[in-house]
């Protein structure tokens, strides 16, 4: 028998959850399709400690959990795929995902975005052997040697700290004056004495044989040139939407955001909405992100009663 | 804990049991981070192509990860996760840090040998 979902909720961070709980609650009985990795960015971030209504710090796993079962406790379904295409045909939107395809009658995307690369060509040759983009992870393999962090925003501040505690000497590259960090994690990395600033530089190469020995930074002001010894490079310096997959669908902008109308989450393609990183190059953060959420499934549900 | 859908490896015998059961293994240790998170997507992605190769995630953090950890052929290696092709138990090739789909298919053929599907076409 043919099934036509009433939603389908492409991503799982906290836009897509939120979007699962309002929907659920409208007794639209959202379908999830979650990805390969639950739980959207947050999950790969740090611990959270700004999610409002949380005294105290969670941890990114169980924070996502908190959101998942409540979407859960309302009937939202979960499908551990992605969706592969997508075209609409007599009023109803086909997904092709890992096993098979979906019928739906609104569609909201909330893939997010993933973290972006610094596009040297001899970055990709030093993975794991001294260019990272998770100092978590790799911080400890630095143990007294010398790292760069490249980025100005909070997660570059945040690995900058915490490499301190591995690395002999950490030095911040930012390619502009301004940080986009927020005062509190510019002070953290400013009270820290192993922490050096470089500050307009751009990384313009990465050196070494058989791993990183060092970097050429350019002056982004003067374009004077300089080598600086290092063994690590930590880049943290924003992240990229994951809309690929629906660029024939709806419009997006020269950065491949989806573009979506002013104080709604609407598409440029009537019953596809977005919500979360895919639609916000600017703020990025989990509770707009699930506000956001929430506004989609309210879209949602004005669309399919106008519908009938 | 990985939150994948690849199946995980959580103790040495599980780990013996994977490797003496099939010809074929892949097991990729690591966390859930951002150079991590790219390359379990790409697994599950090729698993569901090499019906001949067994593939596996551990965390980096838990006990039975010392088994990769420390194999000599990760012994350089600087970045999560640390990716291992086994070929009848004994390490075929080794990866660190993110790698792209291609890489990896380049590795599985390399290793293992095409799926039976591509070997038809």
């Known amino acids: 028998m043919r099934t036509i979902e009433n939603v389908v909720i492409a991503g799982s961070g906290p836009a897509g959850l939120t979007a699962a709980i309002y929907t659920a609650r409208a007794a639209l009985e959202p379908l999830v399709l979650e990805g390969h990795v639950p739980g959207g960015q947050l ?69 997010g975005a993933q973290a972006r690369r610094l596009a040297i060509p001899t970055e990709p040759k030093f993975y794991g052997r001294g260019v990272s983009g998770c100092a978590v992870c790799d911080g400890p393999f630095f143990r007294d040697k010398e790292v760069l962090v490249v980025g100005g925003g909070n997660t570059a501040m945040q690995d900058a700290v915490f490499l301190t505690r591995f690395a002999a000497k950490v030095t911040i590259v930012h390619r502009r004056e301004h940080l986009r ?42 374009r004077q040139t300089r080598e600086v010894r290092c063994a690590g490079v930590f880049v943290a310096i924003g992240h990229d939407p994951k809309a690929e997959v629906f660029k024939n669908l709806v419009t997006t902008d020269e950065q491949g955001y989806i573009r979506i109308e002013a104080d709604s989450t609407r598409t440029s393609m009537p019953g596809v909405f977005a919500c979360g990183d895919i639609c916000d190059a600017i703020y990025r953060q989990a509770v707009l992100a699930a506000g956001r959420g929430c506004m989609a499934a309210m879209d949602v549900e004005r669309y399919l009663a106008g519908e009938k | 804990m990985l939150r994948t859908n690849l199946k995980h490896l959580e103790t040495n015998e599980a780990i013996r049991e994977a490797l003496a059961e099939h010809e074929n293994v892949v097991i990729c240790c690591g966390r859930m981070g951002p150079m991590c998170v790219p390359v379990y997507c790409v697994l599950e992605e090729l698993e ?9 995630d551990q965390d980096f953090d838990i006990p039975a990860a010392g088994f990769v950890r420390n194999l000599p052929e990760c012994r350089s290696f600087m970045g ?5 092709y086994f070929k009848n138990g004994q390490v075929a090739a080794a990866t660190t840090s993110l790698q792209r789909k291609s890489q990896i298919e380049k590795i599985l053929e390399a290793q293992f040998g095409k ?3 591509m070997v038809k076409e």
């Open chain 1, 181 to 222: 960090a927020t005062p509190i994690e510019v002070q953290k990395a400013k009270k820290n004495p192993k922490i050096e600033w470089m500050i307009p530089w751009i990384v313009e190469d990465i050196l070494g044989t058989d791993s990183v020995e060092g970097v050429v930074l350019r002056n982004a002001k003067t």
């Open chain 2, 115 to 117: 799926p039976a599907e």
């Open chain 1, 43 to 111: 999950i790969v971030c740090h611990e959270v400690e700004n999610y409002p209504g949380l005294a105290n710090p969670i941890s990114r796993i169980e924070l996502m959990d908190r959101f998942r079962n409540q979407a859960r406790r309302f009937g939202a379904r979960f499908r551990s795929e992605m969706v592969e295409n997508v075209e609409k045909r007599d009023g109803v939107f086909h997904l092709v995902t890992g096993s098979g395809t979906l019928e739906t009658k609104t569609l909201v995307i909330a893939t």
């Open chain 2, 80 to 84: 999560l996760p640390f990716t291992v």
């Open chain 2, 48 to 56: 569901r192509e090499y019906a001949h190769v067994a593939f596996y």
